[in-house]
T-cell receptor, first 111, second 117 residues
Framework: GNSVTQMEGPVTLSEEAFLTINCTYTATGYPSLFWYVQYPGEGLQLLLKATKADDKGSNKGFEATYRKETTSFHLEKGSVQVSDSAVYFCALSDQGGKLIFGQGTELSVKP | GAGVSQTPSNKVTEKGKYVELRCDPISGHTALYWYRQSLGQGPEFLIYFQGTGAADDSGLPNDRFFAVRPEGSVSTLKIQRTERGDSAVYLC???????????????FGSGTQLSVL
């Protein structure tokens, strides 16, 4: 079945460090791929998405590229800030359209 | 309000009791989803509504779980004979675009924390 696997957290970085959160997926067909973020005390919100192979989603300095050959959608940011501390969820949209989420990766950025 | 509203924010109940969780989606959003999130896990799909009808209820774990959306807006998730394993955060989300288009953007509520003692 369809599934999403993320690197385990927590990930702890210093401010201005480079961030990578790995995400790989298993799916039939060509799903859309998403990153959602959950800031402390808030609901999940869409960070970025990509709908087809080689698409790059970007938002707030974060980027992720849809790699069909490696079935990956790794999240990157060149310089993290304390305000980026949150839990990040990778997700895919299956053939029926519902989202299937990974287990989440907690990011903690220290000043 | 402008966002997805879920009530109550917290619900504590005893094993065997019946509970109802309410979701008020963003006005105009025809798609509504229920997810369940256990501690340290990602959200797990339960059911999806397009309008008034349940288009996909494949994620409901058993027949103790039921959801309705009678007027195509507010939805209620109902759990009968609650068990301790039902304890989780129940999330509701709504979307303007139907699923499968690749254009759907889900807006999530803050969830209802259900604790079954």
């Amino acid at each position: 079945g369809n599934s999403v696997t993320q690197m385990e957290g927590p990930v702890t970085l210093s401010e201005e460090a480079f961030l990578t959160i790995n995400c790989t997926y298993t799916a039939t067909g060509y799903p859309s791929l998403f990153w959602y973020v959950q800031y402390p005390g808030e609901g999940l919100q869409l960070l970025l998405k990509a709908t087809k192979a080689d698409d790059k989603g970007s938002n707030k300095g974060f980027e992720a590229t849809y790699r069909k050959e490696t079935t990956s959608f790794h999240l990157e940011k060149g310089s993290v800030q304390v305000s980026d501390s949150a839990v990040y969820f990778c997700a895919l949209s299956d053939q029926g359209g519902k989202l299937i989420f990974g287990q989440g990766t907690e990011l903690s950025v220290k000043p | 309000g402008a966002g997805v509203s879920q009530t109550p924010s917290n619900k504590v109940t005893e094993k065997g009791k019946y509970v109802e969780l309410r979701c008020d989606p963003i006005s105009g959003h025809t798609a509504l989803y229920w997810y369940r999130q256990s501690l340290g896990q990602g959200p797990e799909f339960l059911i999806y509504f397009q309008g008034t009808g349940a288009a996909d209820d494949s994620g409901l774990p058993n027949d103790r779980f039921f959801a309705v959306r009678p007027e195509g807006s507010v939805s209620t998730l109902k759990i009968q004979r609650t068990e301790r394993g039902d304890s989780a955060v129940y999330l509701c989300a709504s979307s303007f675009s139907p699923p499968g288009t690749g254009n759907e953007k889900l807006f999530f509520g803050s969830g209802t924390q259900l604790s079954v003692l």
